[in-house]
């Protein structure tokens, strides 16, 4: 009896799976596409995916996706999409016209830049771009005409400044800008008048704008963080008694006077005291 032949090609059954997935999809019009940690690197092992314009969620997250092809905003219903913890370094312009996209997740990747034009999303109410090297240079210049945004998270990141354009996005519920290098914070975060949870710590900051005072942080729904940060004595005196307290305090015309003293001294700023550069993010060449 003879054997059938032993194929040299290596088999990935990952990338099997990832086919099945699609398949299955395919076959019963799933508009939700799980492809979690299936082993994916390149857009060219999911043939037939750009067609499948009827998907609303899609789920990468955890494979090893390098780029993003300009042919994804073919997904023209899409709602969802979640590509966290992946090597992407770069995005096409064309997510901008995505006309249903409402949740994007970035976070856990390696991107430096968002594309010009990225601010043009039309729908887009949640953005997580957590654990990346973005700073304030990164953002294209119509970044905060994101009318419909909701929530962004641009924790761990390397921001020192916070563009004083924030204040344009009306509707922003929750802002989170922890772990990074920020070192003042501008007074057009008062004009956030729907914030609801603003998470600071772990930042070089040693004051806070005055106008902060204007938001109301007394629901309890609220929640504002702002522990590991190198306040002045004052600040970090009253913070002691809790948010309450805090924002009590930097109404006050003491305080008012104790910043303007400060801002017109003109120190530097507080010395980094975390290395990043051993991030995850940073490895370009990791496999």
């Known amino acids: 009896m003879e054997r059938a032949p032993v194929s040299c090609l290596p088999t990935n059954s990952k990338m099997s799976k990832a086919k099945k997935v699609l398949d ?15 082993g994916i690197v390149t857009f060219e092992e999911l043939p037939g995916l750009f067609n499948m314009i009827n ?17 994804l905003a073919n997904l023209v219903n899409l709602e969802i999409l979640n590509l966290f913890n992946n090597y992407l370094e770069d995005l096409p312009m064309s997510i901008s016209s ?10 856990m ?3 430096n830049s968002l594309p010009r034009g990225f601010g ?3 729908a887009l109410e949640v953005l997580d771009l957590t654990y990346n090297n973005l700073h304030e240079g990164s953002l294209p210049n119509n970044f905060f005409m994101l009318e419909t945004l909701r929530a962004l998270y641009l924790g761990d990141n390397d921001f020192e400044i916070l563009p004083p354009e924030i204040g344009q996005l009306k509707n922003l519920q929750i802002l989170v ?15 956030l008048t729907r914030l609801r949870e603003l998470h600071l710590q772990a930042n070089r900051l040693t004051l806070l704008p005055p106008e902060l005072g204007n938001l109301d942080f007394t629901s309890d729904k609220s929640e ?26 930097i109404r006050s015309d003491t305080y008012k006077f104790l910043y303007k003293r400060q801002v017109s001294l003109k120190a530097p700023p507080p010395p980094k005291t975390v290395d990043k550069s051993k991030k995850l993010s940073r490895q370009r060449n990791a496999s």
Do not use: F
């Open 24 to 38: 299955d999809a395919r076959e019963i019009q799933n508009p939700e596409l799980d492809l979690c940690d299936k």
């Open 55 to 71: 998907i609303t969620r899609l789920t990468l997250s955890h494979n090893k996706i390098r780029n993003v092809p300009a042919g």
């Open 98 to 107: 995505m006309p249903k996209l409402r949740i994007l997740n970035l976070g």
């Open 109 to 111: 990747n390696r991107l």
């Open 120 to 122: 043009a999303c039309p």
């Open 177 to 191: 800008l922890r772990d990074n290098e920020l070192i003042e914070l501008p007074k057009e975060l008062s004009e």
């Open 224 to 249: 504002v963080k702002l522990h590991l940060n190198p306040w002045v004595a004052p600040i970090s005196d009253q913070l002691q008694g809790g948010i309450v307290r805090i924002m009590e305090y």
